[in-house]
């Protein structure tokens, strides 16, 4: 039972240009969630999204960043013109129907914007 | 309202020697407590989960970790350090009261002298 699965592993762009990062939940599961990892911090929340629907955007910043989970094909998180405090590396988790306490996560893209 | 405290960003034991990372919670209603730990350029990956069950929760790797309300405190504890314990590990606070996502701490780095 292959585990989350994140795409690129490593991306770096410049400031300006789009990143587009990709998230396969594991098997089975329907509920995606995304964080940011900045250097020296935990995780902070930023999106969590069911099959066709943002569930809760709170933590998402409100401009050049987006996110989508389609009823076909992985999760996207969208980040438009990114700038160099996009730098971080950001990471996907998932977790079975509603109800589940657990989530697990992907290896995570790490973003460099030169 | 859910938040996490993690004492000390660092912690440095020698190889053999009991491991004690320390994690203090709040939460309004009934938490589920985690501990993840990240190696090096990697995911997250589950040690242990307190969910209303057993206070004492047993983990992978000899990890274990108590949960104890009057102290609002869910440490780890490992009784003999190795090598390979080395890397970031993270407290982490969700509840049943909503979608489940949970709050981490800033994480501690375990550092294991030989």
């Known amino acids: 039972n292959a585990g989350v699965m994140q795409n690129p592993r490593h991306l770096v762009r410049r400031r300006g240009q789009e990143a587009r990062l990709r998230c396969s939940p594991m098997?089975?599961?329907?509920?995606v969630y995304w964080y940011r990892q900045l250097p020296e911090e935990g995780l902070k929340f930023m999106v969590y999204?069911?099959?066709?629907?943002?569930?809760?955007e709170s933590g998402m910043p409100k401009e050049r960043f987006s996110a989508e989970f389609p009823k076909e094909g992985p999760s996207i998180l969208r980040i438009q013109q990114v700038v160099r405090g996009d730098s971080a590396a950001y990471f996907c988790?998932?977790?079975?129907?509603?109800?589940?306490?657990?989530?697990?996560f992907g290896p995570g893209t790490r973003l460099l914007v030169l | 309202a859910q938040s996490v405290t993690q004492l000390g960003s660092h912690v440095s034991v020698s190889e053999g020697a009991l491991v004690l990372l320390r994690c203090n919670y709040s939460s309004s209603v009934p938490p589920y407590l985690f501990w993840y730990v990240q190696y090096p350029n990697q995911g997250l990956q589950l040690l242990l989960k307190y969910t209303s069950a057993a206070t004492l929760v047993k983990g992978i790797n000899g990890f274990e970790a108590e949960f104890k309300k009057s102290e609002t405190s869910f440490h780890l504890t490992k009784p003999s350090a190795h090598m390979s314990d080395a890397a970031e590990y993270f407290c982490?606070?969700?509840?049943?009261?909503?979608?489940?996502?949970?709050?981490f701490g800033r994480g501690t780095s375990l550092i294991v002298h030989p």
């Open positions: 999204l069911q099959k066709e629907n943002i569930i809760d």
């Open positions: 988790a998932s977790s079975s129907v509603a109800g589940e306490e657990t989530q697990y």
């Open positions: 982490a606070v969700s509840s049943s009261g909503g979608s489940y996502i949970p709050t």
């Open positions: 098997k089975g599961h329907s509920h």
